[in-house]
């Protein structure tokens, strides 16, 4: 949603330590890899000003992300999948880095047309929302999903609708 708005997104932050952006912790880190695969990479690098594939504090935190570690991070970022997706589409846009270079060499097994999907999909039939609230959010949600999938399609054309 944020590609709607891109003149207010120099204005968000999301870090817990340092505002805007200390740029060694995992909610950083999380954030600065769903930016850069889903907005303009020029847009992220006048924000952030370096590449957080490439800094050792971040290292940790990208294997744990993509599942390599133990544990993710303790912190409040998305699931595994979500980070992985955000990978490989930063990989597709060509980008690169240390944890880049570790997201190639080691996770094999992820499926990205399966991954697209599910976080394209929106389900319409979730019965905990309240009809009043759902009626006014799942419109924005699919509008949304849709965006994604056309901004994915677009510019990782290798993706394909099942």
């Not at 744990?64 to 699931?79: A, W």
């Not at 996770?107 to 319409?124: C, G, I, L």
Request: aromatic residues 12%.
């Amino acid at each position: 949603m944020l590609r709607q708005d891109l003149d207010s997104v120099p204005f968000t932050h999301s870090c817990n330590l340092t505002k805007p952006w200390c740029k060694k912790c995992a909610k950083c880190a999380y954030v600065w890899l769903n930016y850069m695969a889903y907005l303009p990479v020029e847009l992220v690098n006048q924000m952030f000003q370096v590449n957080l594939f490439d800094l050792p504090e971040n290292q940790l935190w990208f294997r744990q992300m993509l599942g390599l570690e133990k544990h993710t991070p303790f912190e409040c970022i998305g699931q595994i999948n979500e980070s992985r997706l955000a990978f490989e589409l930063c990989r597709r846009k060509g980008l690169t880095g240390k944890a880049m270079t570790m997201f190639i060499d080691e996770v094999k097994d992820f499926d990205f047309h399966t991954a697209v999907n599910d976080y394209v999909t929106v389900n319409h039939n979730y019965s905990l929302m309240p009809p009043a609230i759902a009626n006014k959010v799942l419109p924005q949600m699919t509008a949304a999903a849709k965006a994604s999938r056309e901004y994915i399609d677009a510019y990782h054309p290798s993706v394909d609708q099942k």
